[in-house]
């Protein structure tokens, strides 16, 4: 049963709007949240992604130069590391036991090399996109205790894994029921923000005909009623539906 789901905020972004939302004109910068979400099961705790690496405390400027249209600037603090978030709610690194990378980008899988005894599940097309690069990302860690999951995954019951490729290969989205709660859809990046969701506009993919579809499939599951919650809006959180979730 999933006792409990909490959202953890993982520090924040600029970026350039043009980079979320595909045909907006570049030069408008917005600030975007990142998140993970703690599941807490009867006898598991299970974390969703672990924010961004901890080269970017305090380094705006992790990616380098960039082109104005391009624009990524990480602004993230020492208390945003995930070890830092899980001990102000009493956790240990060792406390966790799996954790679910929905993909390998830097502000999902920045903080998963803390994670020496968990489980790491992913799914196999993103394991092998990374292990295919001649150079992993720096964040990637590629000797973690790997688990590969299939699209319809549970790793814990009540908790759903979703294969939403498009954003990149091995994109997962997460079906969350909680205990005496409405479900929650995590889009995580499939989805960016509302703005996407409701004028059906794709963000940054790596195969955009594989995004649409994995949007579709989204939208059936949303109309069986569960909320969604989308990977980046800059606003969500601060929706009443939300902020009682948020807390
Ligand atoms: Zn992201």
Redesign the pocket.
């Known amino acids: 049963m999933l006792r409990e789901v909490g959202f953890l905020n993982m520090g924040y972004c600029l970026i350039d709007s043009s980079q979320l939302v595909t045909g907006d004109a570049p030069g408008n910068v917005v600030r975007i949240p990142?998140w993970a979400y703690l599941l807490r099961g009867d006898d598991a705790l299970m974390l969703v992604d672990t924010g961004m690496p901890e080269g970017c405390v305090g380094n705006e400027r992790y990616f380098g130069e960039m082109e104005p249209g391009e624009l990524i600037l990480p602004q993230m603090d020492a208390a945003d590391r995930v070890d830092r978030v899980l001990a102000r709610r009493g956790l240990k690194l060792s406390d966790i036991d799996a954790v679910i990378m929905t993909h390998g980008?830097f502000?999902?899988a920045g903080g998963s090399g803390l994670f020496r005894e968990a489980r790491v599940l992913v799914h196999p097309a993103e394991l092998a996109a990374l292990r295919a690069e001649a150079q992993a990302p720096a964040w990637i860690d590629l000797g973690l205790r790997y688990e590969a999951v299939t699209d319809g995954a549970e790793p814990l019951p009540g908790v759903r894994l979703i294969h939403t490729p498009g954003h990149t290969p091995g994109h997962m989205s997460v079906h969350l029921a909680p205990q005496g709660g409405r479900p929650i859809l995590l889009a995580?990046?499939a989805v960016y923000t509302r703005r996407n969701w409701d004028a059906d506009i794709p963000g940054a993919m790596w195969d955009a005909q594989a995004g649409r579809r994995s949007v579709a499939r989204l939208r059936e599951i949303a109309l069986s009623g569960a909320d969604v919650f989308f990977?980046?809006d800059p606003a969500q959180a601060e929706e009443p539906l939300w902020r009682d979730r948020i807390g």
């Open positions: 990142i980008h502000d999902h995580v990046d990977g980046h």
